[in-house]
């Protein structure tokens, strides 16, 4: 995990940034559907869980973008080099959820191979962190699921007033419509960091690797 600090003045959306973190504080979010059919199948096929998949895919695609990963240290601005995703884990047990996080790998096979040994480890740990030992990274986001329920508008709010500009994801209850069988995803950023346009290339090149995640996986 590295940090690499940036020169706002130097920065092409700096005014930009400046404007929207001190000035006119502002954060926006968004819920489209995912074409999540090809996955689906595929995940049946190869017999593999399909959250770990979201969970990489997602990561994966937030990683391609500085824009994603800014963030500030020591009173100082950057990014990381990446995220690691920090996600809920359910317990049937008491209906309750205690947070996890799994460190990102290019190589989904290794991935998803660490994301099935936290399951084993900590996955009967309740309390707000599976893993107590430790506090989640420094470049952790929150992506996550909302299996029970289908909806169209979902905003993650914060009411803590702090420099955090990673971006919140949340997946939905799939639903058929037609012969496909979509996702509601939402997300919620920080204006200062991106824009409509870095969400758009994001979703596209999101939809493209749902719809070939084939070629990801080696086992």
């Known amino acids: 995990m590295k940090f690499t600090p940036i020169d706002l003045n130097s920065l092409p959306r700096g005014q930009v940034f400046y404007y929207f973190s001190k000035m006119a504080p502002t954060g926006y ?63 049937d047990d008491d209906k309750t959820f205690s947070l996890m996080w799994t460190e990102y790998n290019e190589d989904f096979g290794e991935f998803y191979r660490s994301y099935l040994e936290n399951q084993r480890s900590f996955g009967e740990n309740h309390g707000v962190l599976c893993q107590p030992s430790t506090p989640p990274p420094p470049n952790s986001y929150t992506v996550s699921c909302l299996p029970w329920v289908s909806f169209t508008h979902f905003a993650v709010h914060s009411y803590e007033n702090k420099p955090y500009y990673f971006p919140s994801v949340e997946a939905g209850k799939f639903f058929e419509d037609g012969e496909r069988l979509l996702m509601p995803l939402s997300l919620t950023c920080h204006h200062a960091a991106t824009d409509g346009y870095h969400v758009s290339r994001f979703l596209e090149a999101l939809q493209n690797d749902m719809d070939n995640f084939g070629r990801y996986v080696d086992f």
């Open 29 to 91: 979010s968004l819920t489209v559907n995912m074409d999540i059919t090809a996955l689906k199948v595929y995940t049946k096929e190869k017999g593999i869980k399909f959250f770990p998949c979201y969970l990489w895919l997602v990561t994966k695609n937030l990683n391609s973008m500085t824009e994603f990963k800014m963030a500030e240290q020591d009173g100082k601005l950057g990014f990381f080099d990446t995220l690691t995703p920090l996600y809920a884990h359910f317990h």
